[in-house]
């Protein structure tokens, strides 16, 4: 149960909606059914890779420059059976400050038996003064695959500001097939009670070995074997040792976690982005795509 900071006056309510089924369709994924309400806004699919030419590349826009007080915002992604999709944000999610309230965020995801999806959002920024709430949950069939990540970085870090938001707040559910949770990530920040930086979490009280960046990463193939791929994820994840990782079997068969610590956000993206290159060479044959947005 998340908590809550001294209250407020509550701000008004926007609530951003972006409803995505993916279907494949004559050989190729597409937009079954797109619903979106401003500020989140989806243009449409393409098929930029030519080693996967069903794939459909999905970006998620919000041309407010970020979230704000007040912003309610719900995330949908469906993936039907033999459709695959890669979904994304045109650029890192901004947080910004909120002296009368706070903003949510909802994500669900699932996919089908015989369904693929890569949800791989951009950084997410909590500026100062925010108090953000972010619940995700993941359902995937027996025989469907989901790549996920979740980066979390501070902003403008050279004005202070790593840890000077209210709070930050992340709750993520897998759901298994009697739609009950059976892998459940969940934390709370609230600097002004514990500071992360004074209580060592975040490293030593050494400046310049402080890790302000935490990567999260979830490899979901219901029925598969994935001991070779945790093997190649724990060499990946060796490295870089300013980057503390690890790789672990998650509840059930077939689904992996990964989490990264680092000062940078790049190292940490990086490491992140090895770990879906070895995924994908395992799980679909190819390597990952330019990183380019289109």
Not at 50 to 55: C, E, I, K
Not at 79 to 103: E, F, I, N, W
Not at 248 to 257: H, I, K, M, S
């Given at each position: 149960?998340?908590?809550?900071?001294?209250?407020?006056?509550?701000?008004?309510?926007?609530?951003?909606?972006?409803?995505?089924?993916?279907?494949?369709r004559?050989?190729?994924?597409?937009?079954?059914?797109?619903?979106?309400?401003?500020?989140?806004?989806?243009?449409?699919?393409?098929?930029?890779?030519?080693?996967?030419?069903?794939?459909?590349?999905?970006?998620?826009?919000?041309?407010?420059?970020?979230?704000?007080?007040?912003?309610?915002?719900?995330?949908s992604?469906?993936?039907?059976?033999?459709?695959?999709?890669?979904?994304?944000?045109?650029?890192?999610?901004?947080?910004?400050?909120?002296?009368?309230?706070?903003?949510?965020?909802?994500?669900?995801?699932?996919?089908?038996?015989?369904?693929?999806?890569?949800?791989?959002?951009?950084?997410?920024?909590?500026?100062?003064?925010?108090d953000?709430?972010?619940?995700?949950?993941?359902?995937?069939?027996?025989?469907g695959?989901?790549?996920?990540?979740?980066?979390l970085?501070?902003?403008r870090?050279?004005?202070?500001?790593?840890?000077q938001?209210?709070?930050?707040?992340?709750?993520?559910?897998?759901?298994?097939?009697?739609?009950?949770?059976?892998?459940?990530?969940?934390?709370?920040?609230?600097p002004s009670?514990?500071?992360?930086?004074?209580?060592?979490?975040?490293?030593?009280?050494?400046?310049?070995?402080r890790?302000?960046?935490?990567?999260?990463?979830?490899?979901?193939?219901?029925?598969?074997?994935?001991?070779?791929?945790?093997?190649?994820?724990?060499?990946?994840?060796?490295?870089?040792?300013?980057?503390?990782?690890?790789v672990?079997?998650?509840?059930?068969?077939?689904a992996?976690?990964?989490?990264?610590?680092?000062?940078?956000?790049?190292?940490?993206?990086?490491?992140?982005?090895?770990?879906?290159?070895?995924?994908r060479?395992?799980?679909?044959?190819?390597?990952?795509?330019?990183?380019?947005?289109?």
């Amino acid at each position: 149960m998340l908590s809550h900071p001294p209250s407020r006056p509550a701000a008004s309510v926007r609530q951003g909606v972006a409803e995505l089924t993916l279907a494949l369709r004559d050989g190729r994924t597409r937009l079954a059914h797109a619903s979106t309400r401003p500020p989140l806004q989806v243009q449409g699919v393409l098929h930029p890779e030519r080693s996967l030419p069903a794939l459909a590349l999905a970006l998620l826009s919000n041309p407010t420059g970020g979230i704000f007080q007040g912003d309610d915002h719900r995330i949908s992604v469906t993936v039907d059976t033999g459709a695959a999709a890669h979904v994304s944000t045109q650029g890192a999610t901004r947080v910004h400050a909120m002296p009368l309230g706070l903003a949510k965020q909802r994500i669900d995801l699932e996919v089908a038996p015989g369904g693929y999806l890569e949800y791989l959002p951009d950084p997410l920024i909590p500026y100062q003064d925010s108090d953000f709430q972010q619940r995700t949950t993941i359902s995937v069939r027996p025989g469907g695959i989901l790549v996920f990540w979740d980066v979390l970085t501070p902003g403008r870090l050279a004005m202070g500001e790593a840890f000077q938001y209210r709070r930050l707040a992340s709750h993520l559910e897998v759901l298994g097939e009697d739609r009950l949770p059976k892998y459940i990530d969940s934390f709370e920040i609230i600097p002004s009670r514990r500071n992360p930086l004074l209580e060592y979490v975040a490293g030593p009280m050494v400046p310049e070995r402080r890790a302000y960046t935490l990567g999260s990463m979830l490899i979901i193939a219901e029925g598969r074997d994935l001991g070779q791929l945790r093997g190649e994820l724990q060499d990946t994840t060796a490295v870089n040792k300013r980057v503390p990782a690890g790789v672990t079997c998650l509840p059930g068969q077939g689904a992996l976690g990964i989490r990264a610590l680092g000062r940078e956000c790049d190292e940490v993206q990086e490491i992140l982005k090895r770990c879906w290159a070895k995924a994908r060479r395992h799980l679909l044959g190819v390597g990952i795509p330019d990183p380019r947005k289109y």
